[in-house]
């Protein structure tokens, strides 16, 4: 699947967007955040514990409780402030 | 039901031309322009002047969550046209960033609705702003204050 990271997060990962393939057992968004901390230090920082950012799973709003199955693209923000 | 994401411009005259032209059963238009502020007074004591901006967004998703959020308009107010237009990209202070307008047969009915598009663009559609300020580059933080004004319209 594909991530993709908006505004400061994507500074701190240090990419906008990435391919991933993640194992089996990680079937949520918040599974798939505890997965990715460990692919790089940047990683680790944007998605921290207790980090205030959101998720997106095929680009409507999800919740970290979220199913990722069958997901083609998963992003992570910052809350939004537009306007 | 219009809704659009651009980098350029827009003029306020001919997008409420369009949007009224040949219904006459709207009897008033209320209208919000968003403009970029020259100086941001943060929280607390620390004041930033900002220069520009540049203003980051989800393309596709972020057009869904504008159309999801006009639906919902439409589904509790009583109106007959509504245009949302949100600029992306570069701006410099005293540009225009957003425009909202809202046609109804009732005025109340199209400040309600005006609002409301407002509240909610801002907490529910993916835009992201990065300030220019003299001490740099600073993205801006989410305001409680608009998350409780997009709270208002919370159903109970």
């Given amino acids: 699947m594909k991530v993709r990271y908006f505004a400061w997060m994507k500074r701190t990962v240090g990419v906008a967007e990435e391919e991933v393939t993640p194992p089996a057992e990680v079937t949520t968004v918040g599974e798939l955040v505890a997965w990715l901390r460990h692919r790089s230090p940047g990683h680790a ?5 207790g980090a205030a950012f959101g998720a997106a799973v095929d680009k409507r709003t999800a919740t970290f409780g979220a199913k990722l199955a069958g997901a ?3 992003a992570f923000f910052p809350p939004f402030t537009g306007g | 039901m219009t809704v659009r ?7 306020v005259g001919v997008e409420l031309e369009q949007l009224t032209a040949g219904n ?3 009897g008033g238009l209320a209208v919000f322009v968003g403009l970029v502020r020259e100086v941001h007074v943060r929280e607390g004591y620390h004041r930033d002047r ?27 107010w009583p109106l007959e046209a509504t245009l949302m ?4 990209g570069r701006l410099e202070a005293g540009d225009r960033i957003v425009l909202v307008a809202v046609g109804s047969p009732h005025r109340e009915a199209a400040f309600e609705a005006c609002e409301f598009l407002v509240d909610w ?3 529910k559609a993916p835009f992201w702003k990065l300030e220019e300020t003299p001490a740099g580059e600073k993205w801006v933080g ?3 204050g608009d998350d409780r004004s997009a709270a208002r319209w919370d159903k109970k």
């Fill in chain 1, 72 to 74: 083609q693209e998963v």
């Fill in chain 2, 142 to 144: 989410a305001h409680a």
């Fill in chain 2, 24 to 26: 006459k059963r709207i």
């Fill in chain 2, 50 to 76: 900002v220069d520009a901006m540049t203003l980051e967004h989800y393309p596709g998703m972020t057009e869904q969550a504008l159309v999801e959020i006009e639906a919902e308009a439409h589904r509790r």
């Fill in chain 2, 5 to 11: 994401v651009q980098e350029a411009d827009f003029d």
């Fill in chain 1, 45 to 49: 920082e944007a998605l921290a514990d």
């Fill in chain 2, 85 to 88: 237009v949100h600029r992306y």
């Fill in chain 2, 121 to 123: 663009l801002k907490t």
